[in-house]
């Protein structure tokens, strides 16, 4: 039997606005309810911090960020401190720019109709990332 | 009171959690900061994207952190917000650790991370108090 790697989600959990949030909520629902056996979560901060495990598995395994706006954090460190991610998400591009309004900021929750759809994106994208690994 | 003081109270207040992702208590450092901010002192304190402190280019949010009196809450014992914040250039005023504040109520214990629960919305409420008591605001 064939080694597979899991995929690694790298969400930007970013603070400041609703679609940080929106993004750890989506990485958390594809981690713990649509794919728990086929990814592992990445914990940016202590990536940030310079943990050489979260960078090491990213310099050598297949990720996905997910980006709550166009600042693409977590891309843009995963990119320059391991590797280019497989798969960039920016939550700007399924709900806009709403990093400028505050009302949803901390009221996201897994049940919300973005949240599942970019999980399901994301799902998706960790099923053709693990097939084509699995292909070579 | 001299210069100096009133230049620091007059500086803007930013909390910074580390809200990691892996462990339950990165959850409540969240919750501590919407507490905090909508809560208990709101207008009061401010947050700002962790990543974007350390991904910061043009150097405006790093220089935020140079000029405002910043709280860190991290999770776990490995300190990422506060660490982050130095490496930015600033010197938190306070640093509250949030598996310290759970050792001193262990009832108040987080559930998941998907659900922190009634234990870890209480070990949140904690955290907040902890830095109202300690001059946060």
């Known amino acids: ?136 | 009171m001299n210069k100096r003081l009133i230049a620091l109270t007059d500086r803007r207040k930013l909390i910074v959690p580390c809200s990691g992702i892996g462990k339950t208590v990165g959850e409540v450092t969240r919750e501590a900061t919407r507490i905090l901010i909508e809560e208990l002192r709101p207008g009061v304190f401010d947050t700002v994207c962790l990543a974007r402190i350390m991904m910061d280019e043009e150097e405006d949010t790093r220089e935020l952190i140079r000029t405002s009196n910043v709280i860190t809450i991290d999770g776990c014992p490995e300190r990422c917000a506060t660490t982050s914040v130095k490496f930015a250039g600033g010197t938190p005023v306070l640093e509250v650790l949030t598996v310290k504040v759970l050792a001193k109520n262990r009832t108040h214990r987080p559930k998941s991370i998907l659900d922190i629960g009634e234990g870890g919305r209480q070990l949140a409420r904690d955290v907040a108090e902890v830095v109202i008591e300690n001059g946060g605001a």
């Open chain 1, 1 to 136: 039997m064939s080694f597979i790697p899991k995929v690694g989600l790298i969400a930007c959990s970013g603070e400041e606005c609703t679609g940080g949030n929106v993004s750890r909520m989506a990485a958390l629902k594809v981690l713990h309810k649509l794919k728990p056996h086929d990814t592992i979560t990445i914990c940016l901060p202590l990536f940030l911090a310079g943990d050489s495990g979260e960078r090491g598995f990213a310099e050598v395994f297949p990720t996905i960020t997910i980006d709550g706006c166009g600042k693409l954090c977590a891309a843009r460190s995963t990119a320059k401190y391991s590797s280019e991610p497989a798969v960039k998400i920016n939550v700007e591009d399924y709900m806009g720019p709403r990093c400028r309004g505050k009302e949803e900021q901390w009221r996201v929750n897994d049940g919300s109709a973005i949240v599942d759809k970019i999980a399901e994106d994301v799902a998706k994208h960790v099923e053709e990332l693990r097939d084509a690994l699995r292909d070579n």
